[in-house]
């Protein structure tokens, strides 16, 4: 709790928190902004709203949101003496890699959280939708919470080891993109890939891509496998990559 504590620390004044709240947000707007611009309502009211922004944020912004904040989280530990006083720290690696970790992931879902809220109020005082956003779409963001969280994982791992804040978002671009057109070719299968984890989530219940608009038991029990194997085999090889530097010994 001590290592997580210390993360939390960290994040009074970090920049983390308007990318948590601003990206969401404009993707949410830039999905409306067509029929807001026409003076339109959506054709199938919610799902349509649903669907273009939720849909596209899945494709690749979540992918880089998740890599900024992974990047924002050890940024600090990347400056000056800051990385050899973590290093020579008493703290057991493994419990870095997760305080790191978890972190992420809790910005990730915060941001996810912000996502509906956002949708329901362009639903609401955009459009006036009538009712709410179905259930579904709120259980489909709830699991989107679990399969983000190896992405956020990776992301930390990459932002550890690569000092550049650049080069882990580059990486999260490239491979959302071709963890998308694996889905297309090979269906679940590509449930491997922690990208192409978060961007099937997100298109649960959409019809769009490979999703047949249906939610099954199958499609949850395969993503909440791999959300829940995925960080276990990530954080693990992370702490034993780290265990052998030079700097940790």
């Known amino acids: 709790m001590g290592a997580i504590s210390a993360e939390l620390l960290k994040l009074k004044r970090s920049l983390a928190w308007p990318v948590v709240v601003l990206l969401p947000i404009v993707l949410v707007l830039a999905g409306a902004a067509t029929q807001l611009s026409r003076g339109t309502q959506p054709e199938n009211g919610w799902d349509t709203v649903w669907l273009q922004s939720v849909g596209f944020y899945g494709l690749f912004p979540l992918a880089i949101g998740i890599a900024i904040l992974g990047s924002l989280v050890w940024r600090v530990e990347h400056r000056g003496s800051n990385w050899n006083a973590l290093m020579s720290s008493p703290t057991p690696t493994l419990r870095i890699v997760v305080a790191k970790a978890l972190v992420v992931a809790g910005l990730t879902a915060a941001m996810q959280i ?30 989107l919470i679990l399969a983000t969280v190896p992405a956020a994982a990776l992301q ?18 490239v491979a ?38 249906t939610v099954t038991a199958g499609d949850v029990t395969a993503i909440v496998a791999a959300a829940l194997v995925l960080p276990v085999l990530i954080v693990g090889l992370t702490a034993k990559v780290l265990n052998r530097r030079d700097t940790r010994s």
Do not use: E
């Not at 071709?178 to 298109?203: E, F, H, K, W």
């Open 114 to 143: 912000v996502l509906v809220f956002a949708v329901i109020a362009i639903g609401k005082l955009a459009f006036g939708l009538p009712g709410m956003l179905p259930g579904q779409y709120l259980g489909i963001a709830v699991l």
């Open 156 to 173: 930390s791992a990459l932002s550890l080891f690569l000092r550049s804040f650049a080069a882990p978002v580059a990486v999260a671009l």
């Open 176 to 213: 959302s993109g071709i963890s998308t057109a694996a889905l297309m070719a090979l269906g679940d299968a590509a449930l491997g890939s922690p990208y192409g984890l978060a961007t099937r989530t997100t298109l649960l219940g959409t019809g769009a891509f490979i999703d047949n608009g």
